[in-house]
Nanobody
Framework: QVQLAESGGGLVQAGGSLRLSCAAS????????MGWFRQAPGKEREFVAA????????VYADSVKGRFTISRDSAKRTVYLQMNSLQPEDTAVYYC???????????????WGQGTQVTVSS
C-alpha cells in the first residue's frame, strides 16, 4: 500500500506560479511511477503529467506542456508539479496518483491522494 498526501495548492492570479507536492509513504517510492491529474467542477478527472519510477521519463498533457514540470525526489519520497503561467482554465482539484508505470490512463493508477485545490483568478 501507498499513502499519498498533496500540498501546495492555493489561490493565484493568472500568469502566476505554484508548486504542488505529493508526499508518499508505505511501499518503496522508487517502485511506483507517479502522476498528476486534475478535476474541474462538473468535468471528468483528466491527466496532467506523469513521471517514471526513477524519474528518467516524463509525459504531459498537451494543455500543460511547456508550462508545467513534474519531478520527483526519491530521498524525500516526494513528487512535485511546478506550474507556471497559470490560467483560469487550470482551476481544479489536483490529485497525485501512483501506478506501476508512467501512463496517461486514469484506470492504471492504483493509489490516490485526497487532492489539493488550485484556483487561478483572472
Amino acid at each position: 500500500q501507498v499513502q499519498l498526501a498533496e500540498s501546495g495548492g492555493g489561490l493565484v492570479q493568472a500568469g502566476g506560479s505554484l508548486r504542488l507536492s505529493c508526499a508518499a509513504s508505505g511501499r518503496t517510492f522508487s517502485s511506483i511511477a507517479m502522476g498528476w491529474f486534475r478535476q474541474a467542477p462538473g468535468k471528468e478527472r483528466e491527466f496532467v503529467a506523469a513521471i517514471s519510477r526513477l524519474g528518467g521519463g516524463t509525459v504531459y498533457a498537451d494543455s500543460v506542456k511547456g508550462r508545467f514540470t513534474i519531478s520527483r525526489d526519491s530521498a524525500k519520497r516526494t513528487v512535485y508539479l511546478q506550474m507556471n503561467s497559470l490560467q483560469p482554465e487550470d482551476t481544479a482539484v489536483y490529485y497525485c496518483a501512483g501506478a506501476p508505470w508512467a501512463t496517461v490512463r486514469l484506470s492504471d493508477y492504483d493509489y490516490w491522494g485526497q487532492g489539493t485545490q488550485v484556483t487561478v483568478s483572472s
